[in-house]
């Protein structure tokens, strides 16, 4: 642990870090566009299309491929250095994001010619997520500034899928939906390139730094817990929206249910890096997954949509902490020199657990009663959590090892 950090470490101190302001600033810049690119892919396809069904289908090969290959691209990064790998993802993820735009700025163009630029876009999307969080635990030694800075970044990353939509909105006000596509291969290359150069970067570390044991079986906690909290959260978004249907409120109440998830996990992740924790990041992550969890559970009895409200919020104040415990955990947990990789499987984690949770939730929320759904919304978060903390007292501790006490971070993970 470093000597020079302050004893009571604050999220300015992180910003004073040596270079930090500088890689940060332009890795939210470069991030910034996929919280412009979903929406204004989606309503560019549906312009040039005329069809919901071939934008949905597009979209999801855009998502898929972005998200799935994902721990893939990081592998990469982690191999050959964030300055060699990082800058030609975003090169042809923003020349394919520029010819998807292309074919989507007028009605006609063909479907499988929009699939196959959407499709292959994903699959070059640089992970600038994982990278940016490995390179924290690269310039940060202390653990408790660390754990500030990863916080600072959910907070940062999650008020970017805020702005993001609305930047999109007023865009267009004046310029077709794929302006916004352009908009977002702009941003990418843009803040790629300032990142890249940043003096902050590590190079590629020597073939011998990745032989160190550890890989996937370590990050199964961090991911599984990821999965439920993803199941979760996007069950929510359904069953917002079908509690005021069915209590025949207003539908434009809905953006402020789910404002005020967004608006707690912004508060929650700022404490969660405030507080000096002296529990292990994975006793943490299930405290933390449990009670949001139970939170959802319980506003399924929610009487009216102002205290479903408030439970939305009180549901929010676990989020962020959830996810910034849960790349802390991979960080601590990945094989030296493969911390990208590891940040990159629990955001895989995530969105794949969004992805099911929109499936099952619009099942359910047809056949069963509204409060049951919320049930299983919240078991979805707490029962992952549940079952890591059974499997890991169930597990023989090898002599002389103990996991009282977080161990130093030294090469690092996240999505």
Not at 11 to 40: D, I, N, W
Not at 146 to 169: C, H, K, M, N, T
Request: aromatic share 6%.
């Amino acid at each position: 642990m470093s000597t020079h950090a302050p004893a009571r470490p604050s999220y300015a101190a992180v910003l004073r870090v040596p270079h930090a302001r500088r890689a940060f600033a332009s890795a939210l810049t470069a991030r910034l566009s996929y919280g412009t690119v979903s929406l204004s892919a989606l309503l560019s396809v549906t312009r040039a299309t005329g069809s919901y069904a071939v934008s949905g289908a597009i979209m999801a090969l855009f998502g898929a491929a972005t998200v799935f290959l994902m721990p893939f691209r990081a592998a990469l990064i982690d191999r050959h250095g964030p300055r060699r790998a990082l800058l030609p993802m975003a090169g042809l993820y923003g020349a394919l994001l520029c010819l998807l735009a292309a074919l989507t700025w007028r009605p006609g163009a063909s479907p499988v010619a929009m699939g196959a630029a959407a499709a292959l876009a994903g699959a070059c999307a640089p992970p600038l997520g994982p990278t940016m969080r490995a390179l924290w635990s690269e310039l940060v030694a202390d653990r408790g500034l660390l754990q500030r800075a990863y916080s600072l970044d959910g907070v940062a990353e999650e008020l970017l899928y805020v702005s993001g939509p609305a930047l999109v909105g007023a865009l267009m006000g004046f310029a077709p939906p794929a302006s916004g596509i352009l908009l977002s291969a702009l941003l990418v290359t843009g803040g790629t390139s300032v990142f890249v150069s940043s003096p902050a970067l590590p190079g590629p570390r020597p073939p011998q730094s990745r032989q160190k044991p550890g890989g996937l079986s370590g990050l199964m906690p961090a991911v599984a817990v990821a999965v439920g909290v993803g199941l979760a959260l996007s069950g929510v978004d359904l069953l917002a929206m079908a509690f005021v249907t069915r209590h025949s409120y207003d539908p434009g109440l809905v953006p402020w249910v789910l404002g005020a998830l967004s608006a707690g996990s912004a508060v929650g992740g700022l404490v969660n890096g405030a507080v000096r924790w002296r529990a292990p990041a994975r006793v943490r992550l299930s405290g933390f997954a449990v009670g949001l969890g139970l939170v959802i559970a319980v506003a399924g009895l929610a009487p009216g949509i102002w205290t479903l409200t408030a439970a939305m919020a009180c549901a929010g104040a676990f989020i962020a902490p959830a996810l910034t415990t849960a790349y802390l955990l991979a960080a601590e947990t990945a094989a030296e020199g493969s911390g990208t990789q590891a940040g990159a499987w629990v955001n895989t984690g995530v969105n794949a657990g969004s992805s099911a949770g929109v499936m099952v939730t619009g099942v359910l929320i047809g056949r069963m009663p509204l409060g049951v759904c919320f049930l299983l919304a919240g078991a979805a978060a707490a029962l992952p959590a549940v079952a890591s903390c059974r499997r890991r007292d169930r597990r023989t501790e090898p002599a002389g090892r103990t996991h009282t006490a977080e161990p130093a971070v030294s090469t690092v993970a996240h999505r």
